[in-house]
């Protein structure tokens, strides 16, 4: 089975910087998604980690440790706009589908 | 350009009866994919095609649920019979070859069975 954790909320304040966990237990490991979903509208991607390291684009960075099942998001500089649920989704062999966490609202406050 | 398109955007309807939800992928996409976006919950996997064929309909709920796609473009989610726990977001999203690839998501149908 496929079992995948992250905190269900986070408050961040304006300017700073916040981590995002997720991790995860899966019957085989292809990849790690991280997609961002805005209140009533689609999820959007934001990065896909195959191997360990960090992959940085912009204000947000995705971290990922395929021996501790576990990966970070990490938003940089924070704007209001960023407040906005945030999934952890992973792939595993044989599957087609994405299998995602329940995702983390992050709002962030002046 | 054009991005999933899904409708409609919102339906409400009583306990019984029977919807249609449509998704539109981009074009050029060759996999397909059906979630559903409980309150709380995490997205669920219903279905996924590849062309016109559904190699897995490993997360359909029940027998209630089907859905089939033609000219490997546009895709429609039938649930027959609706129940109030059947209320929820339904999102579609297309990929490029199943796997590893990012899927885009439409903006999802939200369903409301009363």
């Known amino acids: 089975g496929q079992n995948i954790d992250q905190p269900t909320e986070m408050t961040a304040t304006e300017g700073a910087i916040v981590q995002i966990n997720c991790t995860y237990q899966t019957s085989g490991f292809n990849g790690l998604f991280w997609y961002q979903q805005h209140a009533g509208e689609a999820p959007t991607f934001l990065s896909y980690n195959v191997l360990d390291g960090l992959e940085e684009k912009g204000r947000f960075s995705s971290f990922l440790s395929r021996s501790k099942g576990y990966s970070y998001l990490l938003l940089k500089e924070l704007q209001m706009k960023d407040s906005a649920s945030y999934l952890c989704a992973v792939t595993a062999p044989g599957a087609n589908n994405l299998f995602f966490g329940t995702g983390t609202r992050l709002t962030v406050i002046p | 350009g054009a991005g999933v398109s899904q409708s409609p955007s919102n339906k409400v309807t009583e306990k019984g009866k029977d919807v249609e939800l449509r998704c539109d992928p981009i074009s050029g996409h060759t996999a397909l994919y059906w979630y559903r976006q409980s309150l709380g919950q995490g997205l669920e996997f219903l279905i996924y095609?590849?062309?016109?064929?559904?190699?897995?309909k490993s997360g359909l709920p029940s027998d209630r649920f089907s859905a089939e796609r033609t000219g490997g473009s546009v895709s429609t989610l039938t649930i027959q019979r609706t129940q109030q726990e059947d209320s929820a977001v339904y999102l579609c999203a297309s990929s490029f070859p199943a796997g590893n690839y990012e899927q885009y998501f439409g903006p999802g149908t939200r369903l409301t069975v009363t």
């Open positions: 095609f590849q062309g016109n064929s559904a190699p897995d």
